[in-house]
Structures are given as structure tokens and as C-alpha cells.
């Protein structure tokens, strides 16, 4: 049976990567939804972000990150575009990535077997989109970090925290990038966020009927698929903009109905 689905996921991940992707979203708009999505689901993100011309952008000074319209961020002023995405950096945190370089806080991998194998297949998370947050930012820019939890932050750390958890399920449902180890942050508390949700591509939602026939009812990663069907009709007419309300209605209808 496990060998099955990991056979369906690799089709799936093959016929994604050979497939033309169809953006949803440009990158700040996604971003903006990204952002209003993990905080309907109560999960950690990015406080604030605006659009605003490089002109206000080169004023705003080392508590925001400037990204261009490819979702990219950018650290030299003179290659900013003439409109960017500020976002607000997240105080106190740093990404896993920071965290296991500069801490040796580290998530636990290779991959367990057995019982487990069904959570690795379902989120499409493999050892090698754990290591796909290369981008360590210029020194200094997770200074205000201060790993006062030890413990907490740790467990949070681990691939099958229920925190982690959450925000796969999270993305998944937004459709964007993989989480990993540089696109999760965690404060000194514990807490962890969901950043850079620039990549939302359209899929025909086979990748949601993967997930519900892997994931076992019970489970800490069903509790995480749960979560997110607990979102209403207003919610995603409050998160998403107009062009792609439909679609992730539909998303939302086909992911309650796997739920029940």
C-alpha cells in the first residue's frame, strides 16, 4: 500500500514538472494572500506588507525586507525595481536554516520508516526540499534572535512538530512552494512562522485526493489537514483577491469533502 502511494506521488511530481505551471497569482499578490492565510489558520507570518515605489522603499530602513516583482528579495538598492513588496521583518525570529547553521538546532532526518512513511509521502516533503533553503541572509540580519526556549524551540524544529505540520497543510492548501528549512522561521520562543509565499501555481486538485488517501484519521498531520477546513466561504473571500476566488473556493469545497 505504501509503495503504491509513493508510486502516485512520483507520477504526480513528475507530471507537475514536466506540466507548463500556471501562476494564480503575480508575486505580491500572492505574498499579501500567503500572509492573510497563515493568520486565519493561526499560524505565524510576516506582521506586514505593502507595495510601495523604490523611492519609499530605500526609506523604510533594516526592519523590512524589499522584494522585486519576481518574489525575490533584494539587498542592493540599485537593483530595485520601480515598485517593490516591503515586508516587515519578523522580530526575533531566524529560519531553521539560521538556526541549524548557527545553533545546531536541527530538524531530524534521514526520514523515519514504517508508521511515519505515510506523512513523508503525502506532504511531498523529501530530504532533498528540506535542503532546498539555501539563502543564508547577509550577517547581522538575525540579530535580534535569542534562543531563549531551548527546548520549545527544538521540538517546533522537528519535520513532525504539529506546528510544521500545520504550515505544510497550510501550503499545500495555498498551493506555493514547499515548506522548508528556509522559509520556516522560529522565535526565541518557540513559535514558528511561514514566509515567502510568492509561487502559487494552478493544479487540477489531484494532489488533494493524494493527500487525504495517505494521511491516516488521527493522526497529527489529519489534525493539520483538519485545521485548514475549518476555514469558511468569508474567510477566502477576506484572504484571496477576485481573479482567484473561485478557485480556491472549489479548493476549499473538495478539501471539506475529503475531511468529513
Known amino acids: 500500500m505504501k509503495a503504491a502511494l509513493l508510486n502516485k506521488a512520483r507520477e504526480i511530481e513528475k507530471a507537475n514538472h514536466e506540466a507548463p505551471q500556471t501562476r494564480l497569482m503575480e508575486p505580491f499578490a500572492a505574498e499579501i494572500a500567503g500572509a492573510r ?3 486565519a489558520l493561526g499560524i505565524g507570518t510576516s506582521p506586514e506588507l505593502k507595495v510601495v515605489s523604490r523611492w519609499d522603499a530605500e526609506r523604510l ?4 525586507i ?3 516583482p519576481d518574489g525575490k528579495a533584494c539587498f542592493d538598492v540599485a537593483a ?3 515598485e517593490v513588496l516591503a515586508v516587515r521583518k519578523i522580530p526575533g525570529a531566524a529560519s531553521l536554516r539560521w538556526l541549524a ?3 545546531d538546532i536541527r530538524s531530524t532526518y534521514p526520514w523515519p520508516r514504517g508508521a511515519d512513511l505515510d506523512q513523508r509521502c503525502a506532504f511531498h516533503v523529501t530530504r532533498a526540499t528540506i535542503e532546498a533553503g539555501k539563502f543564508l541572509p547577509p550577517d547581522g540580519f538575525y540579530a535580534d534572535f535569542e534562543p531563549k526556549r531551548l527546548p520549545r524551540i527544538r521540538a517546533a524544529a522537528q519535520w513532525n512538530s504539529f506546528e510544521q505540520l500545520g504550515i505544510c497543510a497550510a501550503r499545500l492548501f495555498l498551493a506555493c512552494g514547499a515548506a522548508h528549512i528556509g522559509n520556516i522561521l522560529c ?3 518557540g513559535r514558528l512562522y511561514s514566509i515567502d509565499h510568492a509561487d502559487c501555481d494552478l493544479t487540477d486538485g489531484s494532489e488533494i485526493d493524494l493527500l ?7 493522526t497529527k498531520s489529519f489534525q493539520a489537514l483538519a485545521r485548514v477546513a475549518e476555514l469558511t466561504d468569508a474567510d477566502v473571500l477576506a484572504i484571496f483577491p477576485s ?3 473561485a478557485h480556491y473556493a472549489a479548493r476549499l469545497r473538495r478539501w471539506k469533502r475529503a475531511v468529513i
Open 66 to 68: 524589499l522584494k522585486n
Open 187 to 189: 522565535d526565541g520562543a
Open 61 to 64: 530602513g533594516s526592519k523590512w
Open 243 to 245: 481573479e482567484v476566488l
Open 37 to 39: 492565510l497563515m493568520r
Open 101 to 103: 547553521e548557527r545553533h
Open 80 to 82: 530595485l525595481a520601480p
Open 212 to 218: 487525504f488517501e495517505s494521511v491516516a484519521r488521527g
